[in-house]
């Protein structure tokens, strides 16, 4: 199955963020805590990022949010086919199992 390798930020059992590329377009995956869960989001909300290197990628993690041009839907984590450390890959069909939910 093709991989996609992932640039992520911040981890707890799975990256809070994380960036792939597919298609030629770079994608932002995140997450953040849900009061009410106590505990961090069980989906990751996709969006497009424009055009950007690895280390552009690495230094805007504070900011990469104002980066991201279109929200285009969400994905469970636990749909995500992620290598054995949860920090390298994901299989590419996880960009046919995102969510077109209304965003």
Do not use: C, N
């Not at 994380?18 to 849900?34: M, P, T, Y």
């Amino acid at each position: 199955m093709p991989r996609a390798k992932i640039i992520y930020s911040g981890f707890y059992d799975f990256p809070l963020g994380f960036v792939a590329s597919h298609e030629g377009r770079r994608f932002l995956f995140s997450r953040g805590w849900d009061e009410s869960l106590d505990d961090y989001e069980t989906d990751y909300t996709v969006f497009v990022l424009p055009e950007m290197t690895d280390e552009a990628i690495q230094a805007s993690w504070p900011t990469i949010h104002d980066l991201a041009v279109t929200p285009i839907g969400t994905i469970a984590v636990s749909a995500l086919d992620f290598d054995p450390t949860h920090r390298e890959s994901i299989a590419t069909s996880a960009f046919s199992l995102i969510r077109r939910d209304g965003l």
